[in-house]
């Protein structure tokens, strides 16, 4: 007989940290969401989410979504001032198994077990691929992830990148002066620094500028609130941002030969979807020269389920107890 909970599995990222149990028959149960920069280490929420929901027992392994990359089993976030190993996490909870995985990673795992209705389709519909047609997931947030799926007859590998710190390639006279801008201010432009919440206001920021116009949004948050309200600038900031990930993830897709499909999540897409799926987004995808017609076939779709890594994280966790 199964014990009631197999694993522990985790999604921490700059902004949230998750926690969740994973039960006998996988289903993910009792999620708990942390403010991550309001602890002083990822132990501290380890410690904290077991007590709360198994009065500090352990299950035997524990799998934790993260965002950055994991080198050797250790990480140092990116956009947090941890760093965690899973030596450390072992120690102190005495698991069985910790395994470390980046958060698209995880993404990517998930992806082909979502339900049709945790995903809304731009293109051409899923085929569902076969064990030849690797797949993408990316997404912007707090910051830029990017990860592949590599699939075969012996199962799924995700392949973790840090695809989001690649540069920033603009394809129009408008993109090159928001290029030329960032660059006066940050040196190197990354795919992040636009594609994530600050790059998001900093773009409107900067098309604000350029249209000699006076931005009155004051975050991000503030500048989808007012595209919805019908303000112009901050409309043309958002429809910006969705053709330059359209760009990033047509591009990602041609790197990856992503025949299984190009997943978008991350925080701010979903907010978004309507404007991703009338806007500039799919055009720009397509937008290869040559390999037009390649890429024209490969689908993309919305992750609309909220806690993807933490999907991903219980199928690695079912492939931990299969070794």
Not at 9 to 37: C, Q, S
Not at 146 to 165: C, F, K, N, Q, S
């Amino acid at each position: 007989m199964k014990p009631q909970f197999v694993g522990l599995v985790g999604d921490v990222g700059g902004t949230n940290a998750r926690f969740a149990l994973v039960d006998g028959e996988g289903r993910v149960r009792h999620l708990h969401i942390y403010p991550a920069r309001d602890y002083g280490s990822l132990a501290e929420i380890v410690a904290d989410y077991l007590k709360r929901t198994v009065g500090g027992r352990r299950p035997p392994r524990a799998v934790i979504a993260v965002a950055g990359p994991v080198l050797d089993g250790e990480i140092t976030f990116t956009n947090l001032d941890w760093t965690v190993s899973e030596g450390d996490i072992l120690a102190a909870f005495e698991f069985e198994a910790v395994k470390l995985l980046n958060d698209f990673a995880a993404q990517a795992l998930a992806c082909p077990r979502l339900e049709r209705e945790n995903l809304r389709v731009i293109g051409p519909p899923l085929r569902g691929g076969g064990p030849d047609c690797p797949l993408v997931v990316l997404g912007a947030g707090t910051g830029f992830g990017v990860a592949g799926l590599a699939r075969g007859p012996l199962g799924d590998l995700a392949i973790a990148t840090e695809g989001g710190h690649a540069g920033f390639a603009p394809t129009d006279e408008v993109e090159v002066e928001v290029w030329r801008r960032m660059h006066a201010k940050h040196g190197r432009v990354s795919i992040e620094r636009l594609l994530s919440g600050s790059g998001l206001f900093e773009l409107y920021g900067i098309l604000c500028e350029i249209g000699q116009s006076a931005g009155t949004c004051g975050d991000e948050m503030a500048v989808m609130e007012a595209a919805a309200a019908g303000d112009r600038q901050a409309a043309l900031a958002l429809d910006r941002f969705c053709a330059i990930l359209g760009s990033v993830a047509g591009d990602l897709a041609l790197s990856f030969g992503a025949r299984g499909g190009v997943f978008v999540s991350g925080g701010i897409a979903p907010r978004m979807a309507e404007r991703l799926a009338a806007g500039p987004f799919r055009e720009r995808f397509e937008a290869k020269g040559r390999l037009r017609e390649f890429v024209a076939e490969i689908p993309t779709a919305l992750v609309l389920h909220p806690y993807p890594a933490l999907l991903g994280a219980a199928r690695e966790l079912e492939q931990m107890e299969r070794l």
